[in-house]
């Protein structure tokens, strides 16, 4: 069955290190995915994605992901955080070669600390 | 308009009442998506549009959930006959025609069933 898994329901990371935060996939063909990021009291907006070409992608505010088809994930990453950087971040992705759904995971929570 | 507009922003109604959601996408979008987010979940898909084809259902969690999309534009999603576990916000979000494009959400809807 087609699936997003984000492991960690909360990140805690101090401002100035790096954070990583987990996404796996399950799905059937090339996938397409994507990460979002809720701010409080905001809708979600659009981070960057991976669709085709190089492993590695930059996308908004510093973050970048890394596409590893080996192990079906597509973790996000920042070099540095930012305590601004705290918020709800959604990995989704395609379901199907053949559909537009998207399906997205629960959700992590990064907090940053000062 | 500039944005996805969402209406109403918060509904509070009775058990067994039917409410009426609303999505203005952004104009040209074709591809439209509704989501339901409950609390301390993650996004659930319910359906999406895409252009005059038929939508996509496959998330709708039961038959008293429903939705359309008049004139390729403006969505209504509908829920009869509200339970209390209908509580949650519902997420629009529209996408240009290409299916690797990136979704614009709205701010959502918060509906509380009492």
């Known amino acids: 069955a087609q699936s997003v898994a984000q492991p960690e329901d909360q990140v805690n990371v101090a401002e100035g290190n790096p954070l990583t935060v987990k996404c796996t996939y399950s799905?059937?063909?090339?996938?397409?995915l994507f990460w979002y990021v809720q701010y409080p009291n905001r809708g979600l907006q659009f981070l960057l994605k991976?669709?085709?070409?190089?492993?590695l992608v930059k996308g908004s505010y510093g973050f970048e992901a890394e596409f590893n088809k080996s192990q079906t994930s597509f973790h996000l990453k920042k070099p540095s955080a930012l305590v601004s950087d705290s918020a709800l971040y959604f990995c989704?992705?395609?379901?199907?070669?053949?559909?537009?759904?998207?399906?997205f995971g629960t959700g992590t929570r990064l907090q940053v600390f000062p | 308009g500039a944005g996805v507009s969402q209406s109403p922003s918060n509904k509070v109604t009775e058990k067994g009442k039917d409410v009426e959601l609303r999505c203005d996408p952004i104009?040209?979008?074709?591809?439209l998506y509704w989501y339901r987010q409950s609390l301390g979940q993650g996004l659930e898909f319910l359906i999406y549009?895409?252009?005059?084809?038929?939508?996509?259902k496959s998330g709708l969690p039961s038959d008293r959930f429903s939705a359309e999309r008049t004139g390729g534009s403006v969505s209504t999603l509908t829920i009869q006959r509200t339970q209390q576990e209908d509580s949650a916000v519902y997420l629009c979000?529209?996408?240009?025609?290409?299916?690797?494009?990136?979704?614009?959400f709205g701010e959502g809807s918060r509906l509380t069933v009492l």
């Open positions: 979000a529209s996408r240009q025609g290409t299916n690797t494009g990136e979704l614009f």
């Open positions: 799905v059937s063909g090339n996938p397409y």
């Open positions: 991976y669709i085709t070409g190089d492993n």
């Open positions: 989704a992705v395609r379901v199907a070669y053949n559909t537009d759904k998207l399906i």
């Open positions: 104009s040209g979008h074709t591809a």
């Open positions: 549009f895409q252009g005059n084809s038929a939508p996509d």
